[in-house]
């Protein structure tokens, strides 16, 4: 939204040093242009002069169009906010609902922008095409890196590596999508921290989906466990765990898995106990509700002495 705004900005003040050209300089330059062609026995002549300041900017066109620009940010705003109550009232449909709100956005600026240039200040081809090209010179020169980002939040959209809702990872940052802008996207961190991380590099970089627009995923819970413990009996403990738990999600299987691993000199086994949780939103409580069972009923079990634990 931020970065549209942007453009339409650059868009504004093109149209307007587009219109403070000398009429006087632009006429001398045409009848130049004219006699040239005309010497080179070639029939023609520039017929419009440039438009003037006046007739592309008057108070009426600025009036409205800060309205129409007020009008287009509540109405997008109260969309966004309904869909957003909508999304969190259903853990199904919630990752879908939300996956529709940054569509919605960009798809109304960019209405209220063709309303803006089309129905209020009503440009002529001549400077539609000369504020292309200004802003395009503006944009190839200074805002190199906004333009990347826009062009990464438009592929995101189109592509959909992820969506709103979703659980990725984006080099040393993993948390929830809450916001797919144009110029970045937010996401929510497993310690509640807000992170921007611009759409360009997201274009660049591996982004790991845990959940790919479904609202359970994968959990993994690892303990470590001394090399002489009895699998089978810590699988079935394990299986279990993962069973009774609030959080799990049944409909996907439980797998415990045991590894071999080097400490401190010391070769452990590493269970990991893969499961599903129900919600992405109780990803780490599961995770801890998994450990703790699983430890409680290793210790309870006499399976393991509280001192060969090593987490």
């Not at 300041?53 to 969309?79: D, M, N, P």
């Not at 957003?84 to 009232?89: F, N, P, Q, T």
């Not at 699998?231 to 071999?260: C, D, G, H, M």
């Not at 399976?303 to 987490?311: A, C, G, S």
Request: charged share 20%; with cysteine.
């Amino acid at each position: 939204m931020r970065s549209l705004f942007i453009i339409f900005i650059l868009s504004l003040f093109a149209v307007v040093s587009y219109g403070q050209i000398d009429p006087s300089a632009i006429t001398d330059q045409t009848q130049t242009v004219s006699d040239t062609v005309s010497s080179s026995g070639v029939d023609g002549s520039i017929k419009e002069e440039m438009p003037q300041i006046k007739e592309l900017i008057s108070f009426g066109k600025v009036f409205w169009t800060a309205v129409f620009l007020l009008v287009g940010y509540f109405v997008l705003r109260f969309l966004g906010g309904i869909l957003g109550r909508l999304a969190e009232r259903s853990t199904t449909y919630r990752i879908t609902i939300k996956g529709l709100v940054p569509v919605v956005k960009i798809s109304g600026w960019i209405f209220v922008i063709f309303i803006i240039i089309a129905g209020v200040i009503q440009p002529p081809i001549e400077t539609v095409i000369a504020v292309t090209a200004s802003v395009g010179i503006a944009v190839g020169f200074a805002a190199q890196d906004i333009l990347k980002n826009v062009f990464g939040g438009i592929m995101i959209l189109f592509d959909r590596p992820f969506q709103v809702g979703d659980k990725i990872e984006v080099g040393e940052h993993y948390g929830e999508v809450v916001q797919i802008g144009l110029r970045s996207t937010r996401l929510i961190t497993a310690d509640d921290s807000l992170v921007s991380v611009p759409n360009g590099e997201l274009m660049n970089k591996s982004v790991s989906n845990s959940n790919t627009g479904e609202a359970n995923c994968q959990v993994v819970a690892e303990i470590y466990l001394p090399i002489t413990i009895d699998t089978e009996s810590v699988r079935k403990i394990a299986t279990e765990a993962a069973q009774v738990s609030r959080f799990v999600y049944l409909n996907k299987p439980i797998t415990v898995l045991f590894f071999n691993e080097v400490k401190e000199r010391r070769s452990y086994l590493k269970m990991r106990l893969k499961a599903y949780v129900s919600d992405i939103r109780n990803e780490f409580i599961f995770k801890s509700d998994m450990t703790e069972i699983v430890t409680r009923e290793l210790i309870e079990n006499k399976l393991v002495d509280p001192k060969d634990l090593f987490r």
